[in-house]
T-cell receptor, first 110, second 113 residues
Framework: GQQLNQSPQSMFIQEGEDVSMNCTSS?????WLWYKQDPGEGPVLLIA?????ELTSNGRLTAQFGITRKDSFLNISASIPSDVGIYFC??????????FGQGTRLTINP | DGGITQSPKYLFRKEGQNVTLSCEQN?????MYWYRQDPGQGLRLIYY???????QKGDIAEGYSVSREKKESFPLTVTSAQKNPTAFYLC????????????FGDGTRLSIL
């Protein structure tokens, strides 16, 4: 099945640093979603984007729906230890199935 | 997420055995999904159901079966035909409006004895 190209695959940063990750697709989506998954748990929705160009924040997290509708990015500002986990992007076109990226594993050194 | 209950949390399967993973929801959502997650990989769709008594194959349905007899329940059976069943299995639901996001349960980890 189709998958999104999510990068980077992993990140090792110092506490307090900002983080940026992105997803790209060869297909157009009308919904972009960002999830975070902690070890042994299910993904939790962070941000949902529904319009091209939309920029949405959730606390220290900011995500944007690319103007071409084929990409999205997620930024985390001033990272803290609880930000550790795997971040997934997902795209959807209409009522079709979600397509997931392969995840970005974030590790933070205190 | 609240409202989606997967059980058991851990499950062990013997060779040649079928096992069933439970997913129950009280969100009144029509659509339910089963995903498989392998280490270092994203989620792959096994089966999905958009309405009671109807379900569709996803990208990796071979060796799995499902039923949707009630709106609240969407059990997944991992059959003996699935030769590599060790994985983390996630159930998700989605509300009726287009573009409503999917929400996930806490998963079941299946291992081979």
């Amino acid at each position: 099945g189709q998958q999104l190209n999510q990068s980077p695959q992993s990140m090792f940063i110092q506490e307090g640093e900002d983080v940026s990750m992105n997803c790209t697709s060869s297909s157009i989506f009308n919904t972009w979603l960002w999830y975070k998954q902690d070890p042994g748990e299910g993904p939790v929705l962070l941000i949902a984007l529904y319009k091209a160009g939309e920029l949405t924040s959730n606390g220290r997290l900011t995500a944007q729906f690319g103007i071409t509708r084929k990409d999205s990015f997620l930024n985390i500002s001033a990272s803290i230890p609880s930000d550790v986990g795997i971040y997934f992007c997902a795209g959807q076109q209409g009522a079709q199935k979600l397509v997931f990226g392969q995840g970005t594993r974030l590790t933070i050194n205190p | 997420d609240g409202g989606i209950t997967q059980s058991p949390k851990y499950l062990f399967r013997k060779e040649g055995q079928n096992v069933t993973l439970s997913c129950e929801q009280n969100l009144n959502h029509d659509a339910m999904y089963w995903y498989r997650q392998d280490p270092g990989q994203g989620l792959r769709l096994i089966y999905y159901s958009q309405i009671v008594n109807d379900f569709q194959k996803g990208d990796i349905a071979e060796g799995y079966s499902v039923s949707r007899e009630k709106k609240e329940s969407f059990p997944l059976t991992v059959t003996s035909a699935q030769k590599n069943p060790t994985a983390f299995y996630l159930c998700a639901t989605q509300g009726e409006y287009i573009n409503q996001p999917q929400h996930f349960g806490d998963g079941t980890r299946l291992s081979i004895l």
